[in-house]
């Protein structure tokens, strides 16, 4: 069904990160509107982030406050671009002043995957020899799967999806495996890749993973009315539970915090996680209750957390990163 909507002659022109997964789901998003949009056009707009140049450093140890937006936020601003397509678990959950979260789109499979080499293949996370090597950047990764596997050795990677693919693959081999986004590779149809899909119980995913956030000046009633061709309201609900939570805890995606969240009608269920990096200590809990109350349960399970010891693991996390 074609919507409707003012067509003047100026191009909408669409902010985004120059790796082939940000631009696969620029791409998604262009099309999607142009489907809905005939008489519109649409341009991509390509721009390099903090986090595509810094290859070689940790992401905890630059800070994640807008690692891969704050380029594509200047140019929204400063009137270069119309908005801009995130990976929604990358976009913060404080956003500039004159900017504003326009739409959430449908979200893919969340989940974690256990990505392998070729001659480990027989093997799963539970059954890989002591000491195997697997790749993550994620802080949240790494302290659930030292958790659950003490006996695995865990290192940093770096790169897009292709660089740390490659590194995988490499003839002289660093890792036994690496842990990347279930929709992620999905996205780039890599999903013959996927060993092993980690289950929730093992691994609750990031904030917003799998769903795309599209960021927009705020107020800005054209853009707004076009993305409304996009928005997805379970994944809306979902977004504003886990991103609440995450704001009230203070953290950012380079922090152990995970989430998972559940839409039945009417209820949402929200999981959300809080781990040391050692992996020792994990505090877990589960709120329910109506989708519209959704980011009031975000912070009432936040402030559950806290009560169990969450903002001590946290406040050692920030102690240790910033050293």
């Known amino acids: 069904m074609t919507a409707t909507i003012s067509s003047p002659s100026r191009p909408i022109r669409i902010a985004t990160r120059k790796s082939q997964l940000a631009l696969v789901q620029t791409h998604w998003v262009r099309d999607r509107l142009k489907e809905a949009f005939p008489d519109r056009s649409f341009e991509v707009q390509e721009m390099s982030t903090q986090g595509d140049k810094i290859l070689d450093v940790a992401l905890s140890k630059i800070g994640d406050k807008g690692l891969f937006t704050k380029e594509l936020e200047v140019g929204m601003l400063e009137g270069r671009a119309d908005f801009a397509v995130h990976s929604l678990k990358d976009l913060p959950t404080r956003l500039p002043e004159g900017l504003m979260l326009g739409c959430v789109t449908e979200r893919e499979n969340p989940a974690d995957a256990?990505?392998?080499r070729e001659e480990n293949k027989d093997k799963t996370l539970e059954t890989l020899p002591e000491g195997a090597i697997i790749g993550t950047s994620s802080l949240r990764r790494l302290a659930q799967l030292r958790h659950y596997f003490p006996h695995l050795t865990f290192k940093d990677i770096r790169g897009n999806l292709n660089t740390r693919l490659?590194?995988?693959d490499a003839e002289e081999k660093e890792y036994d495996g690496i842990i990347l986004a279930v929709a992620g590779m999905e996205r780039l149809g890599w999903r013959d890749r996927i060993h092993q899909v980690i289950p929730a119980e093992i691994s609750l995913h990031a904030v917003g993973q799998g769903a795309l956030g599209i960021e927009c000046r705020d107020g800005d009633e054209e853009i707004l009315n076009l993305l409304q061709a996009l928005s997805h309201q379970d994944t809306t609900y979902r977004a504003l539970a886990e991103r609440?939570?995450?704001?009230?805890?203070?953290?950012?995606?380079q922090?152990?915090?995970g989430v998972n969240t559940v839409v039945e009608g009417d209820n949402l269920t929200l999981t959300g996680m809080v781990a040391a990096l050692d992996g020792k200590r994990l505090i877990k809990d589960t709120v329910s209750g109506n989708v519209n109350d959704a980011e009031k349960m975000g912070i009432d399970l936040a402030?559950?957390?806290k009560g169990k010891g969450a903002k001590e693991i946290l406040d050692e996390i920030f102690a240790e990163i910033q050293r």
């Open 114 to 116: 256990l990505v392998i």
């Open 255 to 257: 922090v152990p915090i």
């Open 166 to 168: 490659a590194k995988l």
């Open 303 to 305: 402030n559950l957390l």
């Open 244 to 253: 609440s939570f995450l704001r009230e805890l203070e953290g950012g995606c």
